[in-house]
């Protein structure tokens, strides 16, 4: 199995190929932080990564791409990209959620095999993006599962808001409800934007260690690849005339009134 993965949620820009043979994993991976130049360079990107390793673009099965959630223009390049090639290759493409990814990426950061990991990602505009997931990174053909749903949340309320989606003890079984002790940090949120100390003050827990900040600060094609790898076993890859963004938000931008009190709220904030 061989896939080109494209991750374009933030403002980096992240491309690999990954190859799957014999029990073996192995990806070549090329990060960039572009910014809005992401739809200028991730080509010349593709074609540099598949120019310097073993995989030849017209060897591929698939083709994954970042769906979101995450910047509108970020995500449009990077599912056009995908669509494109998809048809000029004649190849599937498979979605993967941009929030799972990086609680991926923590969960192999942290040694573990398996866990809960919540995400909290900036989403500007004073919101964060947050999901939960129950992680496996030994699971052949499922990732894990969602445990609260991907969603946009003012940054103000982030206790209140996850606390309101926490999901509740399982009736039957032995995995009950995710202890705040045991959850994994993800995402960008929590040290650039100070979220680990208010949720570890809140729960009376002495602050989780962080995963390196590479692992936290952007969607890594590579990890995003491992997941879709096993959303193909899943038979989860779809025609790229499907192919379309994940948003969970519907405003790129506040009004003058909005913006007047954002300005406001980081005052008070700040004391200034």
Known sequence: MRLLALATSGEWCSVALHRH????????????????????RILAMVRELSASGS????EIDAIA???????????????????????????????VDALATLGWQRLRASGRVAGDVLVATDARMDELYVAMYRLRLDADTKWGEVLIEPRV????????????????????????????????????????LGLLDEWSAHHG??????????????????????????????????????AAPRYVRDKVALDR?????LRLRRAERTGA
């Open 257 to 261: 009134d909005e913006q007047r009190a």
């Open 153 to 192: 949340v003012a940054q103000a309320d982030f206790l209140a808001a996850v606390a309101a989606c926490w999901p509740a003890p399982v009736a039957t079984g032995n995995e009950g409800a995710p202890q705040p002790a045991r959850v994994l940090p993800g995402g960008n949120a929590w040290r650039a």
């Open 55 to 58: 995989t030849a673009l017209h």
């Open 65 to 95: 791409f970042d769906a979101g959630p995450g910047s509108f223009t970020g995500l449009r390049v990077g599912c056009a990209v995908a669509q494109g090639l998809g048809f000029a290759l004649r190849r599937p493409v498979l979605p």
């Open 205 to 242: 827990l002495v602050p989780a260690p962080l995963a390196p900040g590479a692992d936290e600060a952007y969607v890594r094609a590579d990890a995003l690849a491992e997941i879709a790898l096993r959303d193909w076993r899943a038979g989860l890859a779809i025609d790229a005339s499907a």
């Open 21 to 40: 043979d014999a029990g073996i994993d192995e990806s070549e991976c090329l990060s960039e932080r572009l910014g809005a130049g992401q739809s200028e």
